[in-house]
């Protein structure tokens, strides 16, 4: 299965609204943005998971973050080589 995001891609993205459970976000998490999908969200705080378990650092490695560390949501994305498909 293909990977929701690639290298390379560019992400166009709101911080004017919560964080609703699927949608994709960046959070700021040890002093990285890290981008990673909300799977759950509760008393404001979310748990955000990697569509790759196995490769993914996220809240099964340092728990759930709260929702104020979310910088954007992300609502769309552009492919800077359109030779990717």
Known sequence: MRPTLLPGDLLVGVGTRS??????????????SLIKRVATSDNGS???????????TDSRH???VPATMVEAIVIG??????SRV
């Open 19 to 32: 964080a609703a459970l699927g949608d994709i976000v960046v959070a700021r998490v040890a002093g990285r």
């Open 62 to 64: 340092f728990g759930s």
């Open 77 to 82: 994305r552009i492919w800077p080589k359109p």
């Open 46 to 56: 979310l748990t955000i998971l990697g569509d790759n378990p196995v490769a993914s």
